[in-house]
T-cell receptor, first 114, second 114 residues
């Protein structure tokens, strides 16, 4: 089944403890992206990647890192999480960025930082 | 920059009622337009899309027409069902140089009662 898989689905952590949210897609998509969803703010892009070894900042990159060493994986790294990073996170992918295909989304990761 | 404005809810309807969710956009160039749906506890799913002016996207009884003259992409369904209860997001593809992403509205929560 074609899908984007995120792990974990739920995570509670403490301020400052490094964590990684994994994202993997099995569709050979070139483009991948991370969004966060917050009440009243909608979805905002954190980082994106046009292909392997090519990443760029989105609208809200502060406090996050990403890497794209393989086409299928695009992990999101929070080196020193803070409570304002409590949010619902989505990974998404697209065959390539042409602007017409839309995204396939993962099921989301609900992160709570205390 | 490019942006999407959609009706804010929440909205509650009775089964078989007519649904309209307004969406207007501001964009340079000619973006593609999308409607996504998010069911409780799940990621966003592409509902329909339109890639050029006057195109009509349709899926599962939902329709939306790309109106360039009014910069709108309103979502309609003639008879909603309880299973349509979800959050609906309007989005556009941002084609400005150096910005490869979908831009989302804030979402509208729909509840359909039997």
């Amino acid at each position: 089944e074609a899908q984007v898989t995120q792990n974990p689905r739920y995570l509670i952590t403490v301020t400052g403890k490094k964590l990684t949210v994994t994202c993997s897609q099995n569709m050979n998509h070139e483009y991948m992206s991370w969004y966060r969803q917050d009440p009243g703010l909608g979805l905002r892009q954190i980082y994106y990647s046009m292909n392997v070894e090519v990443t760029d900042k989105g609208d809200v990159p502060e406090g996050y890192k990403v890497s794209r060493k393989e086409k299928r994986n695009f992990p999101l790294i929070l080196e020193s999480p803070s409570p304002n990073q409590t949010s619902l996170y989505f990974c998404a992918s697209s065959l390539r960025w042409t602007g017409v295909d839309g995204y396939t989304f993962g099921s989301g990761t609900r992160l709570t930082v205390v | 920059g490019n942006s999407v404005t959609q009706m804010e809810g929440p909205v509650t309807l009775s089964e078989e009622a007519f649904l309209t969710i307004n969406c207007t956009y501001t964009a340079t160039g000619y973006p593609s337009l999308f409607w996504y749906v998010q069911y409780p506890g799940e990621g966003l799913q592409l509902l329909l899309k339109a890639t050029k002016a006057d195109d009509k996207g349709s899926n599962k009884g939902f329709e939306a027409t790309y109106r360039k003259e009014t910069t709108s992409f309103h979502l309609e369904k003639g008879s909603v069902q309880v299973s349509d209860s979800a959050v609906y997001f309007c989005a556009l593809s941002d084609l400005e140089g150096g910005s490869e992403k979908l831009v989302f509205g804030k979402g509208m929560k729909l509840t359909v009662n039997p």
